[in-house]
């Protein structure tokens, strides 16, 4: 697999190595400081999934269905303790007609925080991405009392206005969670959006 920027003098901060991004695709999973087993989600998992981001506070809870199809489409990942217990997730969605890749729905359990496993997972979604569709551009939101924005930023990501959002991909209007924000968790979104150019 060619990896990106290879003549590159300094790799870009999300690119996982091609060992350990290899080892993923060959097996499924890779562990994470002999605590946590990275893995694709399975629909079995679903359930446990939803009932973990229910713990979340500020961020918008997921379609159910939307969930699913992520899972489905191998574009969602847990991160599972030594007892096989779900401890952490993150997703993206797709947007095929503007080539964009969306990141949603990021949490780890507060008991699992401060060991960076958020920003791996992070790392893992976006060499997934990367890998199936190396042209796109990525974005993810921070709403206001997530905890994601310093990771983006360390991962390369830039922050951009919703204006820019709107303009640059008016089909994304349709699904920032501004309004979901203010529905379901009670006050004005405040939402960050960070873009990243692969």
């Given at each position: 697999?060619?990896?990106?920027?290879?003549?590159?003098?300094?790799?870009?901060?999300?690119?996982?190595?091609?060992?350990?991004?290899?080892?993923?695709?060959?097996?499924?999973y890779?562990i994470?400081?002999?605590q946590?087993?990275v893995?694709?989600?399975?629909p079995?998992?679903?359930?446990d999934?939803?009932?973990?981001?229910?713990?979340?506070?500020?961020?918008?809870?997921?379609?159910?269905?939307?969930?699913?199809?992520?899972?489905?489409?191998?574009?969602?990942?847990?991160?599972?303790?030594?007892?096989?217990?779900?401890?952490?997730?993150?997703?993206f969605k797709?947007?095929?007609?503007?080539?964009?890749?969306?990141?949603r729905?990021?949490?780890?359990?507060?008991?699992?925080?401060?060991?960076?496993?958020?920003t791996?997972?992070k790392?893992?979604?976006?060499?997934?991405?990367?890998?199936?569709?190396?042209?796109?551009?990525?974005?993810?939101y921070?709403?206001p009392?997530?905890?994601s924005k310093?990771?983006?930023?360390?991962?390369?990501?830039d922050?951009?206005?919703?204006?820019?959002?709107k303009?640059?991909?008016?089909?994304?209007?349709?699904?920032?969670?501004?309004?979901d924000?203010?529905l379901k968790?009670?006050?004005?979104?405040?939402?960050?959006?960070?873009?990243?150019?692969?």
């Amino acid at each position: 697999m060619k990896r990106p920027n290879a003549e590159a003098l300094v790799a870009p901060p999300w690119l996982l190595s091609e060992d350990q991004f290899n080892r993923f695709l060959e097996t499924g999973y890779l562990i994470y400081k002999d605590q946590v087993r990275v893995t694709f989600s399975y629909p079995h998992m679903q359930a446990d999934i939803l009932q973990l981001l229910k713990m979340a506070k500020g961020i918008v809870q997921p379609d159910p269905d939307d969930l699913l199809e992520s899972i489905e489409g191998n574009r969602s990942i847990v991160g599972l303790d030594l007892n096989d217990q779900i401890i952490a997730h993150q997703r993206f969605k797709l947007w095929p007609s503007v080539k964009l890749a969306e990141l949603r729905t990021a949490f780890v359990r507060p008991d699992h925080r401060g060991i960076g496993l958020n920003t791996f997972m992070k790392k893992v979604i976006l060499n997934l991405i990367h890998l199936q569709h190396p042209l796109w551009e990525a974005l993810g939101y921070c709403q206001p009392l997530s905890m994601s924005k310093n990771i983006f930023s360390k991962l390369g990501f830039d922050e951009v206005s919703l204006d820019f959002v709107k303009g640059q991909w008016p089909i994304m209007e349709l699904d920032c969670p501004k309004s979901d924000c203010y529905l379901k968790n009670g006050h004005a979104c405040g939402c960050q959006v960070l873009h990243l150019q692969f």
